[in-house]
């Protein structure tokens, strides 16, 4: 048997795209493949506490925390033969190089941007530009890009049927946390288009900012539902006719589902990061966000709104690209 330790965060501040898909990994190699999964966390209890539902979660101890030795010491007391990296916050290529010669535990790490990378054996990119520019002198590992290998909950690997409801579905989703509130931006800019349509939006536990939307909300003529950490957010997504959302996990969500979409970017990477969507015909862009963007995001909200058969072009363009295949990652993380 295989014990594998996953190293994420979530929190208010990066949001809670790491654990989710992290979450979705290990429950794949734990009911398909028997593996026994432990998580390191670090920090935030919004991560610790959705992740504390299904696997125990190992924390460091405050006092004179040592990130290496803290990792050394879990790998030995938990047995562990595989350790997956999903983080962003300078862990040293020398001290991942130092663990893998003292414990020869096996390192996978998931879309890496750090020189981290570079002591991995494996290495998982959903189909970014951003590799190609990287530096990749020493690397003896393999990387696999594309697709196929992103990695997602298996409630977006299905096929839903749409309801029977005749007036447009637009979906707003900024994230589990939304700390930028652009979820009320978004609003603001729906409220002005005067055309009929629903509006579902989606709001994660750690949103903070509930009596401002419904405020919004209130002062409108727009049909609206909230749904909160719905069960089955994927069925929730697939009802939709297009999405309005913050580019990150989300964005790879809907392209398996087959829901068009338009993208507002909290950085420049994530911007870079979505030039395939686009290429691909299956979201548009409406720019970083600021409010300066609401032209721009009001032109993209109303070019889907008065072009049905454009979305069902760009539904089409999402679905035949095959998104995440949960048992071929598994498989080449498991090879021996």
């Known amino acids: 048997m295989n014990n594998i330790l996953f190293r994420c965060d979530g929190s208010l501040e990066i949001g809670m795209g790491h654990v989710v898909r992290c979450l979705a990994l290990a429950d794949k190699l734990s009911s398909d ?20 539902k299904s696997y125990a979660v190992i924390k460091p101890s405050p006092i004179d925390f ?6 050394m010491d879990s790998i030995k007391i938990t047995e562990s033969n595989i350790l997956i990296l999903d983080v962003r916050d300078n862990l040293s290529i020398n001290d991942l190089n130092f663990i893998k010669e003292n414990t020869k535990i096996k390192i996978v ?26 530096d990749w002198s020493g690397f003896k590992g393999k990387v696999y890009c594309g697709w196929e290998y992103v990695l997602l909950r298996k409630e977006f690997l299905k096929k839903y049927t749409k309801s029977s409801t005749k007036s447009l579905n637009i979906l707003v989703s900024m994230g589990a946390t939304d700390p ?14 005067k055309k009929d349509f629903i509006v579902t939006i989606v709001l994660g536990d750690g949103y903070k900012f509930r009596n401002d939307l419904e405020k919004q909300l209130l002062e409108s003529e727009m049909k609206y539902c909230i749904k909160v950490s719905p069960k089955n957010i994927a069925r929730v997504f697939s009802q939709s006719n297009f999405a309005i959302i913050s580019f990150g996990q ?22 870079k990061s979505s030039q395939i969507f686009l290429k691909n015909g299956i979201g548009l862009s409406a720019g970083q966000f600021k409010e300066s963007k609401k032209i721009e995001l009001k032109t993209s909200i109303m070019e889907l709104i008065n072009n049905p058969k454009k979305l069902i072009e760009m539904s089409k363009c999402s679905r035949d690209l095959n998104v995440s295949n949960m048992e071929l990652i598994s498989n080449k993380i498991l090879l021996k």
């Open 33 to 52: 493949f028997e593996c026994k999964i432990n998580f390191l966390m670090i920090g935030s209890e919004l991560g610790i506490k959705k992740v504390k």
């Open 66 to 71: 040592n990130y290496k030795n803290w990792l």
């Open 109 to 134: 790490s998931i879309d890496d941007p750090e020189d981290k990378r570079l002591a991995s054996d494996l290495l998982f990119y959903p189909p970014v530009l951003q590799i190609q520019e990287m």
């Open 180 to 193: 930028l509130n652009m979820t009320n931006f978004v609003i603001k800019c729906l409220k002005d288009i």
């Open 250 to 271: 989300t964005a790879y969500e809907l392209a398996a589902i087959g829901i068009p979409s338009i993208y507002l970017y909290i950085s420049s990477d994530h911007e």
